[in-house]
């Protein structure tokens, strides 16, 4: 498997294996809502093409992708402990836009986390998403994201809005 290679890198990645006959099964990409620097290149159509899968990790941002931080930042949070997520990042306007991203998910019936795992478990060439979670619910919320997987194009185009805000 590769890791966080741009679609250039990996195809080059896959070729090169594919000439020492062992295929590439798996690409490990960090990919969110908020980071989709993979979907806007093609990444996802040409892993599906190549037959080769991706396991998605970092699909919440850090816990960006679901309501801890709309009220603020938490004592004791991934954002106060200053390792990947800073809280100098978390400003006025992200808010703004995790905030309408929960409505929508609202709408559709869905915390904003699940809504956040479907969107990217809707994409062809996704195999799998890696989810981090500090404790047993948060498993038990998240396993429900299977129950409604599909978006309609208004959803999408709403989201495609939020997000290039």
Not at 35 to 49: C, I, K, S, V
Not at 109 to 116: E, F, I, P, T
Not at 142 to 164: P, Y
Request: one cysteine or more; hydrophobic letters at 45%.
């Amino acid at each position: 498997g590769i890791s966080n290679y741009p679609l250039e890198r990996a195809q080059r990645a896959a070729a090169m294996l594919r000439e020492m006959k062992v295929p590439c099964l798996i690409h490990q990409i960090r990919f969110n809502m908020l980071n989709r620097q993979y979907e806007e290149t093609g990444m996802f159509p040409w892993l599906a093409g190549a037959g080769v899968g991706s396991i998605v990790f970092s699909p919440l941002a850090q816990g960006l992708l679901t309501d801890k931080y709309l009220h603020g930042i938490p004592a004791g949070s991934r954002a106060t402990r200053n390792h990947f997520l800073k809280e100098s990042s978390i400003t006025p306007e992200l808010v703004a836009k995790i905030a309408a991203l929960n409505e929508i998910a609202k709408k559709r019936g869905q915390s904003l986390a699940q809504m956040a795992l479907a969107w990217i478990l809707r994409l062809n060439g996704v195999t799998s998403v890696l989810i981090g979670a500090s404790r047993p619910e948060q498993i038990a919320e998240l396993v429900k994201t299977g129950d409604h997987l599909s978006f309609s194009a208004e959803e999408l185009a709403q989201i495609k809005e939020t997000l290039n805000q």
